[in-house]
């Protein structure tokens, strides 16, 4: 975490197993109304929750031809209204029209200068129904859906990426995908929802749901600083030496779903354990997937060795004063649940339930507070040795993101930022279902597969 080095990937005539992208030129664009009389060479604030997560996420939005109500008196090019409505809600949320800079003393920070958001129009040579047949979407993470968000050539670190990225791409029948990259030191997943779902407000004329409040004096380091907690989660995990060297082998990815019926059953398991009175499926799902992918990646299972588990909080409403409604940045801490592989392994699903719930309940004022410290005075980023990073979309809603062709038919990451993280994506109609989407070399991920499936029962 931190400046880290972008994913790259192939851009002009890139061709996958479904289709060939053709993308245009990539061009800038900048706010329909400059705001640098008001804003000129503004070096805009990051708060230390930001810096801790400056890697980029890209996501897609594919639509259908057909239009809602607001745009059906006359086709219109989805290029042009997306590009439009861009330069509008780039007056009001200035910084994205920006670059990413490092200050005097080494942290990152936005330059305002009305650079504008990096936009590119492209053109699938297949129908939308044909795209969604051929790359099965919806199953997990596609390799497919990379190619509809636009990789800066040539860039080394977040640095020479546009904190906006959005490319247009129009299949044959009229639908169209819209593919984003946003760094994530600008906005967690609250933000970045209100962000695209306010934007396609503007696209359809309508007044903005939630107003951005860019206003982040509140999460500034206290002079004096005051740690007053330990913080395990940006330390090393401190490991003995292990017999087996380390290998990096290439990861496989795959989608497990736990449905509400099959969540409510596994919830119904850890109960008849005896310890717990009620769990959420959140805390079932994130302790069925710590358990069994440290089984599966562990060579001894009754080791002394670390493991460590990642998950974000929102911290909105555990702040005194609690951070407004609307607010832009990072309102989310990542909380570490650590215990040795022993005790996770031979302690039943309860057990690390009760881990993760001592992780959340530590999250308050006081802590998020000495957390801000805490990274003033030693600039660590938490570590991810022996880690499992959960994200999740659960609260997202992403998929009610309407820029006038009604609600996306898909919405999802188009990538992970890191080979640890774990994606928990809403699964079934009623949408209270998990999709895991996780990566692990192949031995390890057909035995995580069979433990996600068996263990439990």
Known sequence: MGVEEPQQQQQQGVKSSCCVVNTHEPILVPPAKSSSAQHKDERYFLTNLDQNLAVIMQTVYFYKG???????????????????????????????????????????????????????????????????????????????????????PGAKSVLDIPPLVAQVTRFQCGGFVLGLSLNHAIFDGIAAMEFVNSWSELARGVPLSVPPCLDRSSLRARNPLQIEFPHPEFLEVDQPPSDQPAEKSELVFKSIAFDEKKLSSLKEAILREGVLDKCSSFEAFTALVWKCRTMATSSDRLSSRQTKLLFAVDARNRLSPALPRGYVGNGILLTCALTSVEDLLQGSLSHAIELIRAAIAKIDNAYLRSVIDFFEQTRLRPSLESTLVITTWSRLAFHTTDFGWGTPLFTAPASLPEAEVALFLPHGESRKGFELVHGLPERDMKTFVSLMETSWI
């Open 66 to 152: 057909s239009g809602s109500s607001e745009l059906q008196q006359a086709p219109r090019d989805p290029v042009d209204v997306v590009k439009k409505s861009l330069e509008e809600i780039l007056i009001l949320y200035y910084p994205l029209a920006g670059r990413l800079a490092l200050s005097r003393d080494m942290k990152l920070e936005v330059l305002c200068n009305d650079q504008g958001a990096l936009f590119v129009e492209a053109d699938a040579n297949v129908s939308l129904e044909q795209f969604v047949k051929d790359s099965k979407l919806g199953q997990g993470l596609d390799a497919n859906l990379r190619q509809f968000v636009y990789s800066v």
